[in-house]
Nanobody
């Protein structure tokens, strides 16, 4: 599956932003999907994940209550709704796909989008 993320931009603290990830291929619904982010000079970290059917989700503690992951298997798309953004949310955001649900490790995701930059100013 090929992934393309979009929706990043420059926003102010407290603003909202919605990221989208469009997937190609017929097997999208068989993949767990996740968003990771990588602040400048830091390692890539898990943000949120969603199971193949969308019933199960998981979030990093740092974003719980502010960020929601969702997917639409009819559109081959996964989304990340980000509210109450903080300067520390500034990073390149990547969508990723894995065959099994539950992992928060980069190494377990074998398909990656190109990343979209989110910059939150204070």
């Amino acid at each position: 599956v090929q992934l393309q993320a979009s929706g990043g931009g420059l926003v102010q603290a407290g603003d909202s932003l919605r990221l989208s990830c469009q997937a190609s291929g017929r097997t999208f619904s068989s993949y767990t999907m996740a968003w990771f982010r990588q602040p400048s000079g830091k390692e890539r970290e898990f943000v949120a994940g969603i199971s193949q059917g969308g019933r199960m989700t998981g979030y990093a503690d740092s974003v719980k209550g502010r960020i929601t992951i969702s997917r639409d298997n009819t559109k081959n798309a996964v989304y990340l709704q980000m509210n109450s953004l903080k300067p520390e949310d500034t990073a390149v955001y990547y969508c990723a796909a894995a065959p099994l649900y539950g992992s928060r490790l980069v190494k377990d995701y074998n398909h990656w989008g190109q990343g979209t930059l989110v910059t939150v100013s204070s």
